[in-house]
């Protein structure tokens, strides 16, 4: 299978990410649906909408997805990610600050996050490695292993009941371990996810968050059914969601491998 080529402006290691995370799944199984027979009611009905019976189990997957994203006013942007859930991700994206063109990525992989966007390939934005930001980058990745839905039958992932509408799937990321609760309405669409992420989106230190993303539409790849758009961003369902909503975007393309 063809590998995907990584933007020009990725450093060395983000490159390696990039190169390894979309690696072919071994022995993708075909799925049947008795296979989601122990999971949460809510769970088990997502599973059932979001994967066609004899899909293989696909887990890496190349995303492309275009929308606005908040850097101080919205800004529209285009990115393409390669993701593999509770091992990393890589996410490269281009925007403007008026006529200049931003390029950067954020990317997690083997307990290390990083942040790295240049004005015109040249001038730092935004950088940034260390602790905070690779605990942070660990709680997006365990946020996303719903645009991979094979990933919710690893074994790893941890499932219990909550009500008739959500479930929390638990997962270790980087020798933590994360809950990501799964809003899913009667016919088994994804209406939202949430967890408790790490972060500062109030110009703080760092500390635990209310983190999520909020589904809209649907739109289908490979056998897989994903969200068609995305709002995310900190404190979703609360008065504070106004400010803390960063990005929104449509899934153009998805590419399991």
Do not use: N
């Not at 589904?215 to 995310?232: M, N, S, Y």
């Not at 961003?233 to 106004?242: D, F, Q």
Request: glycine content about 10%.
């Amino acid at each position: 299978m063809t590998v995907i080529l990584a933007p020009p402006y990725l450093t060395e290691q983000a490159r390696h990410d990039w190169e390894l995370l979309q690696r072919q799944t071994a022995a993708a199984s075909p799925f049947e649906p008795a296979a989601a027979d122990l999971l949460p009611e809510p769970a088990r009905r997502w599973i059932l909408r979001t994967i066609a019976p004899g899909t293989p189990l696909r887990r890496a997957v190349v995303l492309s997805m275009r929308g606005t994203i908040r850097l101080g006013s919205w800004r529209r942007f285009h990115a393409t990610q390669v993701l593999l859930p509770l091992e990393g991700f890589v996410w490269c994206a281009s925007a403007y600050l008026g006529l200049l063109p931003v390029h950067g990525y954020d990317r997690y992989r083997a307990g290390t996050g990083e942040m790295r966007w240049r004005l015109l390939d040249a001038f730092p934005v935004m950088s940034g490695m260390g602790p905070d930001i690779t605990r942070s980058a660990a709680g997006r990745l365990a946020c996303e292993f719903v645009l991979s839905p094979a990933a919710a039958l690893d074994p790893r992932v941890r499932w219990k009941p909550l009500d008739e509408r959500h479930a929390m799937a638990g997962f270790p990321v980087g020798g933590e371990d994360y809950e990501v609760m799964l809003a899913v309405a009667a016919d088994g669409r994804l209406e939202g996810v949430t967890m408790s992420r790490w972060g500062k989106p109030d110009k703080g230190p760092y500390r635990e968050h209310l983190f999520g993303v909020e589904c809209e539409g649907e739109t289908t790849f490979d056998g897989f059914t994903l969200p068609a758009g995305i709002r995310g961003g900190w404190w979703p369902g609360t008065a504070r969601w106004a400010e803390g909503e960063f990005i929104r975007f449509t899934i153009g393309d998805a590419l399991f491998r």
